[in-house]
């Protein structure tokens, strides 16, 4: 079955600790985006990469750092940097070639940090 | 700045009344559309979506949206909801095909049976 898979769906941590979400996908799609939502924010981009190796910052990148050693893969690290990182997290991905623009997204991971 | 916004924050309706969702978008060149939806307790997931052509595109169960370039909105319909509609419906847009989505606030919809 071809999707995206995220892991963890719930996380705590306490504060001043990193923790890394990951993100993974099977449809060979070129790009890969994380997101953040909070309630009446909508989503907000953190990151996104369109090619492997390389990756460019979104709206709210301040706190966060990706990286894309893999086509089918994006983890996201929430730093200690980060000042509200209680959130929920969506990773997406795309066929950039195409330019179809439809993203495809993972159930999710929700972050709480105590 | 690239912006999106959803009017409406939260909606309450009865079965079968019609349904308008708010979104507008700022200025920015060529745009394609889209309006994606979350069902309680799934992934977001792609209702419909305008790149060209016909400004009243269909969706999946039928949704409908029109494109009004010269008042940059791209407002989401349906004649008849279903309790099965409760949901949060996002406005997204893309500018400069091949570029990043940015998305409206959302709008959660709640239809009462």
């Known amino acids: 079955d071809g999707g995206i898979t995220q892991s963890p769906k719930y996380l705590f941590r306490k504060e001043g600790q990193n923790v890394t979400l990951s993100c993974e996908q099977n449809?060979?799609?070129?790009?890969m985006y994380w997101y953040r939502q909070d309630p009446g924010q909508g989503l907000r981009l953190i990151y996104y990469s369109q090619i492997v190796n390389d990756f460019q910052k979104g709206d709210i990148a301040e706190g966060y750092s990706v990286s894309r050693e893999k086509k089918e893969s994006f983890p996201l690290t929430v730093t200690s940097a980060q000042k509200n990182p209680t959130a929920f997290y969506l990773c997406?991905?795309?066929?950039?070639?195409?330019?179809?623009?439809?993203?495809?997204f993972g159930e999710g991971s929700r972050l709480t940090v105590l | 700045a690239q912006s999106v916004s959803q009017h409406n924050h939260h909606v309450i309706l009865s079965e079968a009344a019609s349904l308008e969702l708010g979104c507008n978008y700022s200025?920015?060149?060529?745009?394609?559309l889209f309006w994606y939806v979350q069902y309680p307790g799934q992934h977001l997931q792609l209702l419909l979506k305008?790149?060209?052509?016909?400004?009243l595109v269909k969706g999946i169960k039928g949704f409908e949206a029109e494109f009004i370039k010269s008042k940059f909105s791209f407002n989401l319909r349906k004649p008849s909801v279903q309790w099965s509609d409760t949901a949060e419906y996002f406005c997204a847009v893309e500018y400069n095909q091949g570029g990043k989505l940015i998305f409206g606030q959302g709008t959660e919809l709640s239809v009462k049976p």
């Open positions: 200025y920015g060149g060529t745009v394609n």
């Open positions: 997406a991905s795309s066929i950039v070639s195409t330019s179809t623009g439809e993203l495809f």
């Open positions: 449809l060979n799609h070129d790009a």
């Open positions: 305008y790149f060209s052509g016909d400004p």
